[in-house]
Each structure stands twice: as C-alpha cells, then as structure tokens.
C-alpha cells in the first residue's frame, strides 16, 4: 500500500464547475498538508499548505485536511480552463529531514 | 536572480553511462531536494542537502550521489545509467528555518532518457 494515494484521473470539467480532488494516505505521522499544480512539462508549484487539520481557503482555493480520516482535499470553485493542469498532494512530517511524500497526481481539464 | 534554475532540460543518455545535473537555487535558500518523477507519478524523494552534507536520502540506490556547494548551487550525478532511470529530475530548494513543510520551490526539471 502507498503511503499516498490519489485517483490519478483524468478529470473533465466544464468551465465554472466546482472541482474536488481528493487524497487519502496511511501515516498518521503526517502533520503538513501541501498541494501543488504542475502544468505540462513543467516543476510542480505550490498552491497551498496546511498544518494539522483545518480549513484553508485563499481564493477561488479550498484546502481540507481531516487527520481523523486520513483524507484531504482541494476545492477549486469557479474553475477555469487555465486550472487544467496535474494536481499533486503532497504531506511530510515534524521530524527529522524534510522529506516530502507526494500522491501520484490527478490530471484535470476544465473544457470551456 | 530568483527562482530555481535547471540545466540542461533535455538529456539523452546510453545505458551505462554516466550523467550531471545541476541546479541553482531560488535567491537565499540553503536547502536543496531532489526528486525523481517518473511518467504518470508523483515526484520520489531522492535526498536533500544542507551546507553541503547530505542530511536525507530516499530508497535510491547509491550510484544517485549529490553535491552542493557554497553558493548553494547543486548536482545530481547518476552512474551507470538504467532504462528506469528515464524520468523528469526536479531540484527543490527551501528555507532551512522554514522548510519543506511550507512549501518547496521547484526548477522546471531535467527530462532524461536512457537509451
């Protein structure tokens, strides 16, 4: 079993939709919540972090983390077709290095 | 100069060979990661370094070595060369203080294939 498992997708939305994507991993460990988009060919940039569980919103960007059920998600309302990228999860720890334990991704495509 | 720089973004390599990757890092980070994203995956944690002694290594073979220098620039070498060894390399620098925790900032990768 993965430490991090994400539906790989892919996800098609028409523009305006409300998106959700979804992780959920094993290691009650993980304290930090991260997640990043990554556009073709391109490194992964961080659209959100998160400590602990909670809420998090910054723009048309919701985060949730439920440490109870080992599950997180993003919530992007309003979606756009420049949203259309891979969504990665990502999680690490207090201890130690800083090593980051990402999902697999999930490629979304917001169809205008 | 900001954000993390890769060189080069495209490789070809033959099994067996070696090959150099290299990175700079974002303006005042000290911490440099890098991680392996094979197609279709999320990125693998290969190690991270930190005035320049490497502090953190993933299940990656030691044939992966590293170095960072003082300018906090960094390589990742890799020795004989495997076709597993095809993916896209991603150098990652952060804030010691703060740290990955809070988020990387990423290069836009070295894609290798081997041949």
């Known amino acids: 079993q993965k430490e991090v498992e994400q539906d790989p997708g892919p996800l098609s939305v028409p523009e305006g939709a409300i998106v959700s994507l979804n992780c959920t991993y094993s290691n009650s460990a993980f304290q930090y919540f991260m997640w990043y988009r990554q556009y073709s060919r391109k490194g992964p940039e961080l659209l959100m972090y998160?400590?602990?569980?909670g809420n998090k919103e910054d723009g048309r960007f919701t985060a949730q983390v439920d440490k109870s059920s080992k599950y997180i998600s993003l919530f992007i309302r309003d979606s756009q077709p420049s949203d259309s990228a891979t969504y990665l999860c990502a999680m690490s720890w207090s201890g130690g290095y800083q090593k980051v334990t990402f999902g697999t991704g999930t490629k979304l495509q917001v169809i205008p | 100069e900001t954000g993390v720089t890769q060189s080069p973004t495209h490789l070809i390599k033959t099994r067996g060979q070696q090959v150099t990757l290299r990175c700079s890092s974002q303006s005042g980070h000290n911490t440099v990661s890098w991680y392996q994203q094979a197609l279709g995956q999320g990125p693998q944690f290969i190690f991270q370094y930190y005035r320049e002694e490497e502090n953190g290594r993933g299940n990656f073979p030691p044939r992966f070595s590293g170095l960072q220098f003082p300018n906090y620039s960094s390589e990742l070498n890799v020795n004989a060369l495997e076709l597993d060894d095809s993916a896209l390399y991603l150098c990652a620098s952060s804030l010691a203080s703060t740290g990955a925790n809070y988020g990387y900032t990423f290069g836009s990768g070295t894609r290798l294939t081997v041949v």
């Open positions: 998160t400590y602990s569980s």
